[in-house]
């Protein structure tokens, strides 16, 4: 049936948990807007697209990750039970990535650096670095630190932040990381 496979992709891709990630970028580019004292916030809205595709990648492959794991501590998640296939699941990760990152190239250069940078780190987390204690957190407060830049860039901050835009980013980071 396909009500019992819309269930398990929803949570699979925690769905409750996406209503919190176009916060940061919107709240970049709204600080971006405010420093730069003009501008539209209308590019922010598909940055804050590029994050939800580039979350909800990053928490199938973190499932992908620990399926070994989750077949003995969580045998009724939607991988270990096989309610959704290790491929899809796989699949439409790399779909997701493809998508935010050719939505992020759409709406300018900058915000395609902090994309592919975002997607660097999703990566290396969930397949290096989310079992060393500090390097692991630190990566993960990172990846929200980057997700308020793509809001920044999108309209129209340097990709490479200075001032108050870097101040909040890092703050993020560690706060995130703490």
Not at 13 to 29: E, H, K, M, S
Not at 114 to 141: D, F, H, Q, R
């Amino acid at each position: 049936s396909t009500a019992p496979k819309i269930r398990a992709w929803l949570q699979l891709i925690r769905l409750p948990n996406l209503l919190t990630v176009p916060g940061d970028p919107l709240a970049g580019a709204c600080l971006a807007l405010a420093l730069q004292g003009s501008g539209r916030l209308a590019p922010a809205w598909p940055a804050a697209l590029v994050a939800l595709c580039l979350y909800t990648s990053g928490l199938l492959l973190n499932d992908c990750c620990d399926l070994k794991q989750d077949r003995q501590q969580r045998p009724d998640r939607p991988l270990p039970s096989a309610a959704i296939p290790l491929t899809h699941a796989i699949g439409v990760a790399i779909l997701l990535m493809v998508m935010a990152l050719a939505l992020a190239f759409a709406i300018q250069p900058g915000t395609a650096a902090v994309a592919a940078v975002l997607t660097v780190m999703i990566l290396l987390y969930n397949l290096l670095l989310k079992e060393i204690p500090v390097l692991g957190s630190l990566a993960m407060g990172l990846c929200r630190g980057l997700s308020f830049l793509l809001g920044a860039t999108a309209v129209g901050t340097p990709a490479i932040p200075t001032g108050a835009l870097l101040g909040v980013a890092i703050t993020l980071t560690l706060y995130i990381a703490a």
